[in-house]
């Protein structure tokens, strides 16, 4: 079973997330704040990484700017969710070092396929 770790501040979308990919057949490991992601990062490694870019404590470029410099995580398939949805943040985001972008309010199906697309070319 694949693992996914979901970092996300809000505990609705968090629980939301969960639902949805455990009920997809994935192992979800949450975090509510980057250092609590990145302390979850460091206890397993995650298949794939769901970031929330603003959260408290440490937001999701500083979380994937310390992963990234981590072997363990420096290819997993990281993706951000962001409410800003701006002409050039995709980019900003996948220059960052993440490897997708999906804007909220999160289509969970088209999120579902892009997970498995993730995990599928990583194997």
């Known amino acids: 079973m694949k693992t996914i770790l979901v970092a996300e ?10 639902v949805v990919l ?8 949450q ?3 980057g250092e609590e992601a990145l302390a979850r990062a ?3 490694t995650a298949d794939l990484v769901i970031l929330d870019i603003h ?3 440490l937001d999701g470029y500083g979380v994937i700017r310390q992963l990234r410099a981590n072997p363990v995580y420096a290819s997993v398939p990281v993706i951000a969710l962001t409410a ?3 002409t050039g943040d995709r980019d900003s985001v996948i220059a960052a070092g993440f490897t997708e972008y999906i804007s909220k309010p999160v ?9 498995a697309r993730l995990l599928e070319n990583r194997s």
Do not use: F, H, K, Q
């Open 84 to 86: 800003s949805a701006m």
């Open 107 to 115: 289509n969970m199906s088209m999120l579902r396929r892009e997970i």
């Open 31 to 33: 975090a509510a704040d």
């Open 42 to 44: 460091a206890e397993s």
């Open 55 to 57: 959260m408290p404590r």
């Open 22 to 29: 455990s009920s997809a057949g994935y192992n979800v490991v």
């Open 9 to 18: 501040d809000r505990d609705a979308s968090r629980e939301l997330l969960t």
